[in-house]
C-alpha cells in the first residue's frame, strides 16, 4: 500500500549522500530515517 511512497523517499534520502559533507545537514538524523524506511518497506538488514 505505501510501500511506493516509502521508496520514492529512499530515493530522496539517498541523494543526500550525493551532497558534499560539508553541506550535509546531522547524519545520524539521516541515518535513523533512512534505516526506519528501509525497514517499513522490508529492506531492513536481519
Known amino acids: ?17 550525493q551532497q558534499p559533507a560539508d553541506q550535509r545537514s546531522e547524519a545520524n538524523g539521516y541515518l535513523a530515517a533512512c534505516v526506519a524506511t528501509k525497514a517499513l518497506v522490508g529492506e531492513s538488514a536481519t
Open 1 to 17: 500500500m505505501l510501500r511506493p511512497l516509502h521508496r520514492r523517499r529512499l530515493q530522496e534520502m539517498e541523494s543526500w549522500f
